[in-house]
């Protein structure tokens, strides 16, 4: 894990001062603390810049920018490349001068070019300059787990692992990104590939970019989440459910530094323990777990759960207790850290913040247990509400109607998502909006500029990637869809932000067993099934069971009490849900981190 960045120059010797370059590996220190490294072409064409956090080849030998054997090619990656021994076998003539999973991206990018990204298992951004072609090859894993963000301006293009590291960068345009702006108030997250801001953009999960002077960008899928859940014509997977976990929680033990787990009273975590405890000796894990002081002895306190699993499987854990003090100890740091606005990641900064006091450098999460194997209500609520509306014909039409008229009056009583139930219920899309939405579209005037509301609402419907995704699933089966926007929409665009940005304050690298684009190929056949397997399935799947409580236990999610701990901040009387949080945070990450930046100026 890492944090990278880098320039191309659009004419070629267009230098980027000395001043400037280091103020974007500063702001990347803690992503890599423990080095740094800063490689400029020749002739000024390409910069590469990379901060440090050892995990794989810990000696010099893994150190970046990394050349090639004959020095044609220079690579800045972060990221785990959870196959990299078998990728080896591969390019076994590349001579290989250390045990990084870097210069196995090298020696393949050397014999299979833009073809490379499809080999690798894991989690990834790297840019590559090749001088023989003169040009700069960019790709992302998949599920989009490492970020990578790109910026254009008249002297060239930049690309960086942060939102606020191109923030450093002269000339940007920071006009604000209607998409982006309308997606956070919409979802409480940035939709991919939007930010707040017109001058920069993320390139998309399981995409390539190959940028070259005089030439026009040519962006590439190399992998798509819906592709996977629909191409294969297998009717069962080549691996069986416990195999295929297995396998990809083994792979993601890949380090040169210990591991530790998150471990809540959850399914999904207590999966990923019992697993590594058949898979490795219980002495060499460690467990940790987050409580809150307000949770104990209700429904929410997951801390005594947690510790029957922990010994269970004879595993060392950690427990901290956090309340509204710590909360307001971390809260500036908490909203200076975050990268792109979120109503989410607490939970996952101060566990993160635990982990690295503990000295570890790695940590399993749990995240993509749900998403995978039906664990929202959303799996069952979707479904049910677009099977209803289609008994109802041409609902969309007058149900908007319908809307205008009530919507005014249930907003005083009830979630104004009701008064949508008909307009957005008959499909997939629509129904999921109403299950997440923070806000629904047609409130965004009232909390956002009403030019830009109606903007970034045109951008968000017109996108061609968008419907051409949702094209893709149209055949699956209504939970299959509900799996597929799950892991796009919630997931990649929230959880996997909010991981990286959070477990990067604090140095640490959270890996995620369940999200893993070689697992869903393999569970795809169940998947798309009449019988897709359920949490039960995958918790069923370890050697040695868990404790029955654990089955029996309620679903209650990972509790964060935000609105107590905000209540100060927020007034005496917050919106519902996370609506004033939401907004709280966008005047931070908009409004105030703007203002900044323009004094600066």
């Not at 103020?23 to 590469?48: C, F, H, I, T, Y």
């Amino acid at each position: 894990m890492c944090g990278i960045a880098g320039f191309l120059s659009a004419q070629g010797g267009c230098r980027v001062s000395a001043d400037i370059a280091r103020q974007v590996l500063d702001s990347m220190k803690n992503r890599g603390p423990d080095a740094s490294g800063r490689w400029e072409q020749a002739d000024s064409k390409v910069l590469l810049l990379h901060r440090r956090l050892s995990i794989q080849d810990l000696t010099e030998s893994g150190a970046q920018p990394m050349h090639s054997h004959d020095q044609k090619l220079t690579i800045v990656f972060n990221g785990e490349i959870y196959n990299k021994e078998d990728l080896r076998d591969l390019a076994p003539d590349y001579p290989y001068r250390g045990t990084s999973d870097t210069e196995v991206i090298l020696a393949l990018y050397e014999k299979f070019g833009a073809e490379t990204p499809r080999y690798l298992r894991g989690m990834y951004a790297f840019a590559i300059w090749d001088e023989r072609r003169e040009g700069l090859f960019l790709a992302r894993d998949p599920y989009g787990i490492k970020p990578l963000y790109l910026a254009d301006t008249m002297n060239g293009t930049w690309f960086a692992s942060q939102v606020k590291t191109l923030l450093c960068v002269p000339d940007l345009d920071l006009a604000p990104e209607p998409a982006g702006h309308a997606s956070y108030f919409l979802w409480g997250n940035i939709r991919e590939p939007y930010t707040l801001y017109k001058g920069i953009r993320s390139l998309r999960s399981g995409h390539s970019l190959w940028l070259q002077r005089g030439q026009p960008p040519r962006e590439t899928e190399f992998a798509s989440i819906a592709d996977a859940l629909t191409d294969s014509d297998e009717a069962t997977p080549s691996v069986s459910l416990s195999e295929a976990l297995s396998s990809s929680v083994r792979a993601h033990f890949l380090s040169d530094v210990p591991v530790s787990i998150f471990l809540s009273a959850g399914l999904d975590s207590s999966t990923i323990l019992a697993i590594s405890a058949a898979a490795f000796p219980a002495a060499s894990l460690t467990c940790l777990t987050l409580g809150f002081d307000s949770c104990g002895g209700t429904v929410n306190d997951e801390t005594g759960e947690a510790a029957q699993v922990a010994s269970h499987y004879g595993i060392k854990q950690s427990v901290e207790i956090i309340g509204k003090s710590n909360f307001a100890d971390e809260n500036q740091r908490f909203l200076d850290a975050m990268d792109q606005p979120s109503v989410d990641g607490i939970n996952t900064y101060f566990i993160a913040k635990m982990a690295r006091e503990a000295g570890f450098k790695v940590a399993l999460s749990g995240i993509g247990g749900d998403e995978m194997f039906g664990g929202y209500s959303s799996f069952h609520d979707i479904p049910k509400l677009v099977n209803a509306m289609k008994k109802l014909p041409g609902s969309h039409k007058w149900g908007a109607s319908l809307r205008r008229w009530i919507e005014p009056l249930l907003k005083h009583i009830t979630s104004p998502k009701y008064a949508g139930t008909v307009e957005y219920g008959g499909s997939v899309e629509g129904a999921y909006l109403l299950r997440r939405a923070l806000f629904m579209p047609w409130e965004l005037p009232e909390v956002m500029d009403q030019d830009l509301a109606a903007a970034g609402l045109d951008a968000l419907l017109e996108s061609e990637f968008e419907h051409r995704e949702l094209d893709r699933i149209r055949n699956l089966p209504l939970r299959t869809q509900v799996t597929y926007l799950e892991s796009t929409r919630y997931m990649r665009d929230r959880l996997l932000q909010d991981a990286d940005w959070a477990g990067m304050a604090h140095s640490l690298e959270i890996r995620t067993p369940f999200v893993d684009f070689t697992l869903l190929s393999q569970l795809a056949p169940l998947l798309r099934s009449p019988h897709a397997p359920g949490k039960l399935d995958m918790a069923n799947t370890p050697a040695k069971r868990l404790p029955k409580t654990i089955f029996n236990r309620k679903k209650t999610g990972f509790f964060v009490p935000i609105r107590e701990w905000m209540m100060d901040s927020l007034g005496q009387n917050p919106e519902r849900g996370l609506r004033s949080w939401a907004k709280f945070v966008y005047r931070h990450q908009w409004e105030t981190r703007l203002t900044a930046l323009r004094h600066i100026g």
